[in-house]
Structure formats: structure tokens, C-alpha cells
């Protein structure tokens, strides 16, 4: 099935750092979304996105919309240890019910 | 609280035996999925569940059943499990498609080893 390109796949950064990551597709979604993974629990929803070139904000966390509806970004301001965790999106194609996962940012934080 | 509660956390079996992971929502969501997870693969849908009795195949559902008989619940049955089937597995639910869309809500995971 298909999947997105997401990247970096894993980052290591110090506290107070900004960090960004982002997903790319080769096909237009509708919908994109942003989920974090803590360990041992499941992903946990931190920002959806609705229309090409959105920009919104959750906190520290900042995500949007790729004006060509192939790729989203996710910005943290200022990391924290708490950010520790897997970043996954995930986007929904035209049409359909369906949403398809990236394959993660692991990112952790060195205090 | 509303959530998506599965059981068990953690569950180790061996080759063939036929086991069950249950899911439970308490959102009156008329979509449920499973997914698993796996190391540099992410996040793959096995099944999913549009409603009642409306259920379809994801991009991984070879060696997997489901059903869904009333609305807050989707089992995930592993008829004989084998060891590629180890996984970490993740219930969802959502409301459908049209205004007000939410994201899934998933539960904690169950983490399966196959022997």
C-alpha cells in the first residue's frame, strides 16, 4: 500500500532547540494530520488541517499545509524532554474514507 | 473519559492457536480500524469498519478476520497466528466523513508475540 515520506526518521536535539519535520506524498490529500506516540501508548492527535495552505498552531507546535497538497510541515518551538516521542502524519486522499501513516520522526531531547 | 479500550496490553501465544484482541469504543463512532505497527514501517491498516456489519480489508489483512456486530465494538481474530503476525496492534475509531471531523482516536495497543 502506499505510504508517505516522512523525514527525518529519527533526530536528536538539545532542550530548547526548534525542530521541524515534514511529509511528502506523490498524490494530493484532503486532510492532513499530526499525531504524537509516547511510549507504550498509542498516537495521540496534535493537529488536523483541512485546506492547502492552513497554518495552524497548538501550543510550542506549529503545522501546515502544503499549498500543493502533496506535503505538510510540523515545527516545535522550543523543545522540551516531554516532546520525546514518535511524530507520525497521516493524510486522506480525495474520495475516499481512508488515511495512510508515514513512517515516523523519533525525536528525543538531551536536557 | 471517552476512549478506545483494547485487551490485552500484552500478549504472548504460540504458532496456530487462535486468539482474539478486543476493542471498545464509548464515542458512538461509526468508524473503527486496526492498525499495526512495526519498525520503519509505521502505521498499516489491516481492516476497517465503516458501521455495523460494513466491514473491508486495509493493506495488510492476510491472516486476519474482524467483525463488527454492534457499533462500539471490533474484535481483530487471528484464526492461526504465525510469527510474522508479532506486531504491536492499534484499534481507532473516528466519526465518518462530512463536518465536524475529529482524527482518530486510538487505543493503547496490544503488543503480540507469536512463538
Known amino acids: 500500500g502506499q505510504q508517505l515520506n516522512q523525514s527525518p526518521q529519527s533526530m536528536f536535539i538539545q532542550e530548547g532547540e526548534d525542530v521541524s519535520m515534514n511529509c511528502t506524498s506523490s498524490?494530493?490529500?484532503?486532510?492532513w494530520l499530526w499525531y504524537k506516540q509516547e511510549p507504550g501508548e498509542g498516537p495521540v492527535l496534535l493537529i488536523a488541517?483541512?485546506?492547502?495552505?492552513e497554518l495552524t498552531s497548538n501550543g510550542r507546535l506549529t503545522a501546515q499545509f502544503g499549498i500543493t497538497r502533496k506535503d505538510s510541515f510540523l515545527n516545535i518551538s522550543a523543545s522540551i524532554p516531554s516532546d520525546v516521542g514518535i511524530y507520525f502524519c497521516a493524510g486522506q486522499s480525495p474520495g475516499t474514507y481512508k488515511y495512510i501513516f508515514g513512517t515516523g520522526t523519533r525525536l528525543k531531547v538531551l536536557a | 473519559e471517552a476512549q478506545v479500550t483494547q485487551n490485552p496490553r500484552y500478549l504472548i501465544t504460540v504458532t496456530g492457536k487462535k486468539l482474539t484482541v478486543t476493542c471498545s469504543q464509548n464515542?458512538?463512532?461509526?468508524?473503527m480500524s486496526w492498525y499495526r505497527q512495526d519498525p520503519g514501517l509505521g502505521l498499516r491498516q489491516i481492516y476497517y469498519?465503516?458501521?455495523?456489519?460494513?466491514?473491508d480489508k486495509g493493506d495488510v489483512p492476510e491472516g486476519y478476520k474482524v467483525s463488527r456486530k454492534e457499533k462500539r465494538n471490533f474484535p481483530l481474530i487471528l484464526e492461526s497466528p504465525s510469527p510474522n503476525q508479532t506486531s504491536l496492534y492499534f484499534c481507532?475509531?473516528?466519526?465518518?466523513?462530512?463536518?465536524?471531523?475529529?482524527?482518530?482516536?486510538f487505543g493503547s495497543g496490544t503488543r503480540l508475540t507469536v512463538v
Open positions: 498524490s494530493i490529500f484532503n486532510t
Open positions: 469498519s465503516m458501521n455495523v456489519e460494513v466491514t
Open positions: 464515542m458512538n463512532h461509526e468508524y
Open positions: 488541517l483541512y485546506k492547502a495552505g
Open positions: 481507532a475509531s473516528r466519526r465518518s466523513s462530512g463536518t465536524g471531523f475529529s482524527g482518530y482516536t
